[in-house]
């Protein structure tokens, strides 16, 4: 395993970061203890979650996985410093604080109930679900999808500042030792950044949003920004929510799957050109020997700029093959058939 720096923190995190969103739902705590053994034993260092997980997110799966983990941590108190924990707040959910936006308050609130489930005295990354404006994630990337010149930059900013005094008493508290974002868009690191520096307050070293081979439109504006400000740039979902591993073509919808289950923004990936881009993978992946999974994670992997790549697994199988794309290296002639795909369908949902 490789490991790589988060931004300006001080942590070296590796490139591949276990998500948790299954765990609580599709997971048993006996299958994520499983997990988080095999992903340490493998070099994985670094654990990302959120309060609303487990998905898909409702009132009765809401801190599930938090509670996993730290059924996890208080059998295993002396493993707590051997990798790096993220977690999340959730704004703008009616069961999850009746709703409320991201600020100071709802940030010291969240914190404070995260480390009682999670059964640990600190968080290394806490990370914003996603801002309090709408931003273009989800299936909202599109032209004129909303109406980005109707917001107030005004309000948003001091909305932004408040959230930051929020984060800056839970470091100052040692909750947490750094600060990230997710789903967020170049406004909005920027923004951060700049009152950070404005204020003396803690600053963002992170960003994780929506990254694989049907959905790359960070690259390269996002990412650029990240790169040139030292954020760490964290791909969720390289599999595109499982569709890149092939298993949903011809509308198969496997038992257990995540698309079998009701899903909060729909199966808005779910489109025909979406189905010929995986089709193409799924083919040069068979041509190359490889599985269209550790093709599409590989890929990920290897784009400049990517710091660490977020993968989940429902089973130990799936996430044995997910940790070995890491150590893949795709051949010039399979990055360049890679590309023939992706300029074709660039943006296929």
């Not at 983990?69 to 604080?97: C, D, E």
């Not at 011809?250 to 038992?255: F, K, L, S, T, V």
């Not at 996430?319 to 051949?331: G, M, P, R, W």
């Amino acid at each position: 395993m490789r490991y790589s720096q988060l931004g300006t923190s001080s942590l070296e995190v590796s490139r591949a970061c276990l998500g948790t969103m299954t765990w609580g739902t599709q997971n048993t705590q006996q299958d994520a203890d499983e997990q988080i053994e095999y992903a340490l034993r493998h070099g994985i260092n670094f654990i990302d979650t959120a309060e609303m997980y487990s998905i898909p997110p409702n009132a009765e799966s809401y801190g599930k996985t938090e509670t996993i983990i730290g059924n996890w941590l208080a059998r295993n108190p002396s493993k707590r410093s051997k990798f790096v924990l993220a977690s999340k707040i959730a704004p703008g959910m009616s069961y999850i604080r009746d709703g409320r936006p991201l600020c100071k308050e709802t940030i010291i609130e969240a914190v404070d109930t995260s480390l009682s489930r999670l059964q640990t005295d600190y968080i290394d990354l806490y990370q914003l679900h996603w801002p309090n404006r709408t931003s273009p994630h989800f299936g909202k990337h599109f032209p004129n999808h909303y109406r980005v010149s109707k917001a107030n930059s005004e309000e948003h900013t001091a909305g932004m500042l408040d959230v930051l005094e929020g984060l800056n008493v839970c470091v100052k508290a040692g909750k947490i030792r750094y600060c990230g974002l997710s789903d967020d868009t170049p406004w909005g690191i920027a923004t951060y950044l700049k009152l950070s520096e404005q204020h003396n307050l803690p600053r963002m070293v992170s960003i994780q949003n929506e990254f694989n081979l049907l959905h790359s439109k960070d690259w390269p504006y996002l990412v650029e920004h990240c790169a040139m400000e030292r954020v760490a740039f964290l791909p969720w979902s390289p599999l595109a929510a499982g569709m890149l591993s092939g298993k949903y073509l011809n509308g198969a919808r496997p038992e257990g799957s995540r698309w079998t289950l009701t899903q909060r923004n729909g199966l808005f990936r779910d489109t025909p050109l979406a189905a010929e881009a995986v089709q193409a993978y799924v083919d040069l992946a068979k041509e190359h020997s490889i599985t269209p999974s550790q093709l599409a994670i590989a890929w990920c992997d290897q784009v400049d700029g990517v710091t660490s790549t977020i993968i989940g697994a429902t089973s130990m199988a799936q996430l044995e093959e997910d940790i070995n794309a890491f150590d893949i290296t795709l051949s010039d002639d399979l990055k360049s058939a890679i590309l023939t795909v992706l300029k074709k369908y660039p943006a296929p949902f």
